[in-house]
């Protein structure tokens, strides 16, 4: 497993989230949001949010379905969301 780290405005977008947005994973070195609406986005290292391309959450599936063990939650992280494991 892999620290990933996040830039400050990756981190600033992640805490002014609503509460109903998950963290669900990481792709290289931009976080997955999923929206209470279901759509998966990323956090681009500008803080931007965009929707996923089909190729990232290609392997964020592929990722979670090789993962000894499955995170319910979300990834880990640590406040103030400066790294994410992957």
Known sequence: MET???T?????RIADL???YR???VDHSAPF???PTGQLMLIQRDGRLIA???AAKGRLA????NQD????????ASNPYTSVMD
Not at 8 to 12: A, N
Not at 62 to 65: F, H, I, P, S, T
């Open 69 to 76: 063990e499955r995170l319910v939650d979300g990834v880990r």
């Open 62 to 65: 592929a990722r979670r379905v």
């Open 33 to 35: 949001v999923r929206k």
């Open 23 to 25: 963290v669900v994973g």
């Open 4 to 6: 990933v780290r996040l």
């Open 52 to 54: 996923a391309t089909i």
């Open 8 to 12: 400050d405005q990756q981190s600033l």
């Open 18 to 20: 609503p509460n109903n």
